[in-house]
């Protein structure tokens, strides 16, 4: 058995852990948490952070079809809204190609136009995928924990977490951008150091330095072996995403974000970050 607050490894039977000092509920009680609540076997402390895939492939096994439906929502909402807004962004350079074609040349302004809306297309489209990103984390976290979310939480990026969301994501941006023009590799280290900053703002943190801060001791707490822990969540996603053409993810994403959602909560338990 194991505790359900730090992930140490106990005799069948404890009452007590001796690690963390928690008091381990009697068979059938209660596990630490809310009331009412359950939270999935953690992972165990000689396993972390690796030993999350495992438990999370496990967790995927038993509920596949709503992490999949879950999965396929949230890839589908972000690519119809993708393409409404680059279709409206590039109203302005349409305009400019028929206006070439008239007069050979569309003027500075309305190219100047047309290049300003594609930007802001791109940067609007970026946006409004990250509640959707914050969202899925919503909706992992509580499977996690062992309750029963809802398939509109998958929303609760708009709904709850807009604003965080979006003022996190610029900051982390502009941060890797600042540290890919520095020789590429500070750009890497930032994006793997400030990875679980979605976790941090899906459960409920409203300032965007207290996510990062979180993160980042949270990848601080086991340096190496979290970021090879994070390379290999993403090389899973190129491994299966790319010669599915993309269908894999619908696996793939569920499965890392699992993965990374119970390393998450297993170190918010035990008090290892912000």
Do not use: H
Not at 90 to 103: F, G, W
Not at 147 to 170: A, C, M, R, Y
Not at 206 to 221: D, H, I, P, R
């Amino acid at each position: 058995m194991f505790c359900p607050k730090c992930g140490n490894n106990l005799p069948d039977g404890s009452t007590l852990c001796e690690t963390c000092g928690a008091v381990i509920p009697a068979a059938g009680g209660d596990p630490i948490g809310a009331p009412g609540e359950t939270y999935a076997p953690p992972v165990a402390a000689s396993n972390y952070p690796m030993g999350s895939l495992s438990d999370a492939w496990q967790l995927l096994s038993k509920d596949f079809g709503s992490f999949i439906l879950a999965a396929l929502i949230v890839v589908v909402s972000q690519i119809v809204i993708s393409m409404i807004i680059n279709m409206i962004s590039a109203i302005p350079l349409a305009v400019m190609i028929a206006s070439t074609a008239r007069d050979s040349s569309p003027g500075a302004l309305l190219s100047i136009v047309a290049g300003a809306a594609r930007l802001a297309g791109a940067f609007i489209g970026k946006v409004v995928c990250v509640p959707f990103a914050i969202g899925f984390a919503y909706y992992i976290l509580k499977k996690v924990r062992g309750q029963n979310p809802e398939f509109n939480d998958l929303f609760s990026g708009f709904t709850k977490f807009l604003v965080p969301s979006i003022i996190t994501d610029i900051v982390v941006n502009i941060l890797i951008f600042i540290g890919t023009i520095l020789c590429i590799l500070p750009g890497v280290v930032i994006a793997l150091a400030t990875a679980f900053w979605y976790f941090f703002i899906a459960d409920g943190e409203t300032q965007f330095m207290n996510a990062l801060k979180g993160s980042y001791e949270l990848v601080l707490s086991n340096t190496w072996m979290n970021l090879v822990f994070m390379l290999v969540l993403g090389l899973i996603n190129v491994i299966v995403g790319v010669p599915t053409c993309g269908l894999g993810l619908l696996v793939s994403l569920p499965f890392t974000t699992i993965a990374a959602a119970l390393v998450y909560d297993r170190m918010k338990r035990i008090g290892m970050t912000a």
